[in-house]
């Protein structure tokens, strides 16, 4: 059974830095690629980011918003992928989920998401 | 990418019929998919590939369109799918982004 549990939320003062980690198990890891997505409290999804697989060269994808100060990398040998936020801002304030989708798109699989709260 | 989705709260009875529109700002082919959310879970994909239904969502789920216009419809309402709606692009030249969702609320 495949299994997403994202770890490393909390409360972070504006302008600190987080790093957010994805623990995968029930899948192949190292040929799957990885997003995060986000969702402030009362508001809509909002895709973040994505890894690809050692086969595509671990290739990044970030959405604009957040291109420069957020950074997804991964450890295969740990089936875990890590989101690292800098410079964070109280906007910056949501669930964040990591999710994989299955070959071709067909479907996907999210972690529970953890909280991540900028506030001074 | 940007997707804007209409209407943003859509009010009808179990057994209507419920068709949610997601517009593409620029040509995605049909890379688009469908996701439900009831609150405070996680996202399900509904419809992937624009008209694809995903592995186990029940056949009152269908998508359609290419392009730029895309429609989710819900042939008859059960009780279980009052919730919120979102459609997603997957283009693989362009960021993924997502609509700002609509919510289909009980009459």
């Known amino acids: 059974e495949v299994h997403l549990v994202e770890s490393g939320g909390g409360l972070v003062q504006p302008g600190g830095s987080l790093k957010l980690s994805c623990a995968a198990s029930?899948?192949?890891?190292?040929?799957?690629?990885i997003h995060w997505v986000r969702q402030a409290s009362g508001k809509g999804l909002e895709w973040v980011g994505r890894?690809?697989?050692?086969?595509?060269?671990?290739?990044?994808t970030y959405a604009a918003s957040m291109k420069g100060r957020f950074t997804i990398s991964r450890d295969d040998s740990m089936n875990t992928a890590y989101l690292q936020m800098n410079s964070l801002e109280t906007e910056d304030t949501a669930v964040y989920y990591c999710?994989?989708?299955?070959?071709?798109?067909?479907?996907?699989?999210w972690g529970q998401g953890t909280l991540v709260t900028v506030s001074s | 990418i940007v997707l804007t989705q209409s209407p943003t709260t859509l009010c009808l009875s179990p057994g209507e019929r419920a068709t949610l529109s997601c517009r593409a700002s620029?040509?995605?082919?049909?890379?688009l998919a469908w996701y439900q959310q009831k609150g405070g879970q996680a996202p399900r994909l509904l419809i992937y590939?624009?008209?694809n239904r995903a592995p186990g969502i029940p056949a009152r789920f269908s998508g359609s369109g290419s392009g730029t216009d895309f429609t989710l419809t819900i042939s008859s309402l059960e009780p279980e799918d009052f919730a919120l709606y979102y459609c997603?692009?997957?283009?693989?030249?362009?960021?993924?982004?997502f609509g700002q969702g609509t919510k289909v609320e009980i009459k």
């Open positions: 890894i690809k697989d050692r086969a595509n060269s671990y290739e990044t």
């Open positions: 620029q040509s995605i082919g049909s890379y």
């Open positions: 997603q692009q997957r283009t693989i030249w362009a960021p993924w982004t």
């Open positions: 999710t994989r989708p299955t070959s071709f798109w067909i479907d996907d699989y």
């Open positions: 029930g899948f192949t890891f190292s040929g799957s690629s």
């Open positions: 590939s624009a008209s």
